[in-house]
T-cell receptor, first 114, second 113 residues
Framework: GAVVSQHPSRVICKSGTSVKIECRSL??????MFWYRQFPKQSLMLMAT?????????EQGVEKDKFLINHASLTLSTLTVTSAHPEDSSFYIC??????????FGPGTRLLVL | GNSVTQMEGPVTLSEEAFLTINCTYT??????LFWYVQYPGEGLQLLLK?????DKGSNKGFEATYRKETTSFHLEKGSVQVSDSAVYFC????????????FGGGTRLMVKP
């Protein structure tokens, strides 16, 4: 099946710093990538949808200036958490979708902001 | 709007027991339906899907049938294993929401030896 990777898998940073998370589709071209946030023992919350070469579409309540999304190629999207604070600590998951229209998920990135 | 409702967990079963995790949905039109599984500390993996009424998705011994008359997509497995312990998410993708997935709340399954 289609493989999606995320890097890093785990990151600890100090409050006020920025963190970049990469999401790559390894064996297919992803026209659309999605970024989710998951709190402990809860379901996934869609943060934004990005299409290659265009600006991301953010869900209501998600700060676009805080969560910067770039989808520069058909195999790579990045999420940058700017000026991270402890409340941004969470599990961030990306998914990628190609022509088949099935979303394939990455393994997730656990962010801890101290 | 679109929504997915799953039975609340955790569901605790003994090995080789029969599993059912209920999932019902509300959507306009004809959504595609999915089951995803999340193992501890990992992202979601697509388990199975069905794209039209009466379709049956199956994978790794799991099955789910798209029932439009009852708006349901219940997940079943005849004999669970300890390795099936995970969180299971039911999801739909409706035509009126583009490519967005709408997830249920997830059901944690614990299988004891």
């Amino acid at each position: 099946g289609a493989v999606v990777s995320q890097h890093p898998s785990r990151v600890i940073c100090k409050s006020g710093t920025s963190v970049k998370i990469e999401c790559r589709s390894l064996d297919f071209q992803a026209t659309t990538m999605f970024w989710y946030r998951q709190f402990p023992k809860q379901s996934l919350m869609l943060m934004a949808t990005s299409n290659e070469g265009s600006k991301a579409t953010y869900e209501q309540g998600v700060e676009k200036d805080k969560f910067l999304i770039n989808h520069a190629s058909l195999t790579l999207s990045t999420l940058t958490v700017t000026s991270a604070h402890p409340e941004d600590s969470s599990f961030y998951i990306c998914s990628a979708q190609g022509v088949e229209e099935t979303q394939y998920f990455g393994p997730g990135t656990r962010l801890l902001v101290l | 709007g679109n929504s997915v409702t799953q039975m609340e967990g955790p569901v605790t079963l003994s090995e080789e027991a029969f599993l059912t995790i209920n999932c019902t949905y509300t959507a306009t039109g004809y959504p595609s339906l999915f089951w995803y599984v999340q193992y501890p500390g990992e992202g979601l993996q697509l388990l199975l899907k069905a794209t039209k009424a009466d379709d049956k998705g199956s994978n790794k011994g799991f099955e789910a049938t798209y029932r439009k008359e009852t708006t349901s997509f219940h997940l079943e497995k005849g004999s669970v294993q300890v390795s099936d312990s995970a969180v299971y998410f039911c999801a739909l993708r409706a035509g009126n929401a583009g490519n967005m997935l709408t997830f249920g709340g997830g059901t944690r399954l614990m299988v004891k030896p």
